[in-house]
């Protein structure tokens, strides 16, 4: 039977379910939301379309947080040897953040009754701040809860002279976590002050802070599966958030372009945002390296789609799309615009919700002491999500598109409703995709609820213990293969670039949408293509290899992580 050595570890596991039924629900407020773009009148005046969008867009950090508070307190005893600290606090912070996301349920219609924001007198229910709805009580709330979690993670590391670079990125960003999402709890009367530290939390918390967590998690995972080495991982992790911190900080003025602020961080804002990808670039190569280190099996392949789903994604989501709008003069165009959630979805759940879902594919077997299980439920929910989610940012880029060109050419001032028409064909194509979407979510929040609890399929894939070199689509995938893939997205990333720059032509504004159509046309089809082929490459050359029997145990992982 599959052991856990240390006690407080199981303590991860009510995160882990948390992290499902909220992102179960927040599946479901999506493709309500999908539908009302297809037909406005849905649910009109019990569940109007704003509300469901809060919901759905803060039931998505909570979530996530769920499961990186999870990983964290999974791998906490790992790390340091030894017991987490205070457990009796950790199951504070579970009620605490179970409170604090049926206060943001209960909450958010408030706005829609004027009981909202500091002009209203109500700040402690609901603030009124775009993605920061939740009210003061809540924010007190979650700082506590972020305190809690840093609290303990600290006191549970070894001395500070033992840490390796895991140790620390974990304790930069359990830090930050706590203390940036200040700026997002005081209230600033001037509107571009307040922006101004508003993106400090919308931004620089969740892109900057949470990558620094990411990376830091990432690479522990990767030597829990595949043994991977140590200060080898580190020294990737330690460049990893360098690198956020450096680019980011300066870059997070990206958000400043339209609020206000002075016109210098207009030059400012897009060089160092266009440097954010190299952070990413990094942590994708790095993942390379270490699934084929030594050419170890894959003992747990949902856990490792997942991971790799997460850096993939964050490639293109965060990185290349990200890039694509980063510079003042494609983001004028693309600001507030459909192309936005394209680029928002892929970074958002790609690079931190498949975080979290790996985690709790390579945790609750082990929690639940299962010492092998069918991993076919998971593989095929990883392809229905990975796809479903592909194509939701391709309806979205390609309806921004038309929406960006009838906006420029009309000469509109304000994004209302007057060119939603000539967007109905991707509307639809969302609530499409969010199907197969949903579909995937739903097999896979099964699949992890019941492990361990449902009866055991009797079915089982032999293990291949011994397999010949496999050519083409299953052969090895070599380090210049993985970069001409990587290069090709980005190709497809400078082709988005070029079209949303077209905008900005005289020819565009006069009504010629043969430039920038023909860009898009070619760049989100091509890159969200090659995405999908390269994921499929990747793990067709990893299951090639000889297969082990069942899912790796605990054990032998965390001897190497102690040696």
Same mark, same amino acid.
């Given at each position: ?446 699949? %992890?609820?019941? *492990?361990?609890? +449902?009866?055991?399929? &009797?079915?089982? /894939? @032999?293990?291949?213990?011994?397999? #010949?070199?496999? !050519? ?66 990747? %793990?067709?050359? *990893?299951?090639? +290899?000889?297969?082990? &029997?069942?899912? /790796? @145990?605990?054990?032998?992982?965390? #001897?190497?992580? !102690?040696?």
């Amino acid at each position: 039977m599959i052991k856990i050595e240390y006690r407080t570890q199981r303590l991860s596991l009510r995160f882990f379910l948390l992290m499902l039924v909220l992102f179960l629900f927040q599946m479901l407020f999506g493709l309500i939301i999908a539908t009302q773009h297809v037909d406005p009148t849905l649910l009109a005046g019990i569940a109007n379309f704003n509300i469901l969008r809060a919901e759905h867009t803060n039931l998505g950090i909570l979530w996530i947080l769920s499961g990186f508070i999870g990983t964290i307190l999974f791998i906490g005893p790992l790390l340091s040897k030894r017991e987490l600290a205070a457990p009796w606090l950790i199951q504070i912070l579970f009620y605490a953040l179970i409170i604090v996301t049926v206060w943001n349920v209960a909450t958010q219609s408030l706005a829609a009754d004027g009981v909202a924001g500091w002009w209203a007198g109500q700040p402690w229910l609901q603030e009124g701040l775009e993605y920061l709805e939740a009210g003061r009580a809540a924010d007190v709330v979650i700082f506590i809860g972020f305190a809690i979690l840093a609290w303990v993670v600290l006191r549970t590391f070894p001395p500070r002279r033992e840490w390796n670079e895991i140790h620390w990125g974990l304790a930069i960003g359990v830090t930050a976590l706590t203390f940036v999402w200040l700026f997002g709890v005081f209230f600033i009367d001037r509107l571009d002050l307040q922006e101004y530290f508003r993106w400090y939390v919308v931004h620089y918390w969740v892109e900057g802070v949470w990558e620094v967590i990411h990376i830091s998690l990432v690479g522990f995972l990767l030597v829990l599966m595949f043994k991977a080495d140590v200060k080898s991982v580190g020294y990737a992790v330690f460049w990893g958030v360098a690198l956020v911190w450096l680019s980011g900080l300066i870059g997070n003025a990206h958000h400043y372009f339209w609020i206000g602020t002075p016109a210098f961080w207009q030059f400012w804002g897009s060089l160092f945002s266009a440097l954010e990808p190299l952070p990413l670039v990094f942590c994708f190569w790095h993942i390379y390296l270490d699934a084929h280190q030594d050419n170890k099996p894959l003992a747990n392949a949902p856990a490792f789609y997942f991971i790799l789903g997460s850096v993939v994604l964050e490639q293109v989501g965060a990185g290349i799309l990200g890039f694509t709008m980063t510079f003042a003069l494609t983001n004028v165009w693309s600001h507030g615009t459909w192309v936005t959630p394209s680029h928002a979805h892929l970074a958002m759940f790609g690079t931190f919700g498949m975080l979290g879902i790996a985690s709790a594919y390579y945790a609750v077997p082990l929690l639940r002491g299962v010492k092998s299980f069918d991993q076919r439920l998971g593989r095929v929910a990883f392809w229905l999500v990975l796809t479903g989610m592909l194509g939701i940012a391709f309806a979205f880029a390609i309806g921004g598109t038309i929406q960006v060109f009838l906006y420029r050419s009309m000469g509109l001032n304000w994004f209302g409703g007057e060119v939603f028409p000539a967007m109905q064909f991707y509307k639809v194509l969302i609530p499409i995709f969010g199907l197969v979407f949903a579909v995937g979510t739903g097999l896979l929040v099964y699949d %992890l609820l019941t *492990l361990g609890l +449902r009866q055991p399929s &009797a079915v089982v /894939p @032999e293990p291949r213990l011994h397999a #010949a070199p496999r !050519a083409g689509w299953g052969s090895a995938l070599k380090g210049s293969e993985a970069s001409l893939w990587l290069m090709g997205m980005w190709i497809f990333g400078a082709i988005i670039t070029m079209g949303l720059l077209s905008f900005n032509l005289d020819a565009v504004s006069k009504g010629d949408p043969t430039i920038p159509y023909v860009l898009a046309g070619i760049g989100y089809p091509g890159l969200l293509l090659i995405t999908l082929l390269f994921v499929w490459r990747f %793990l067709a050359s *990893l299951q090639a +290899r000889p297969q082990p &029997a069942a899912a /790796p @145990e605990a054990s032998p992982a965390m #001897a190497q992580v !102690a040696s």
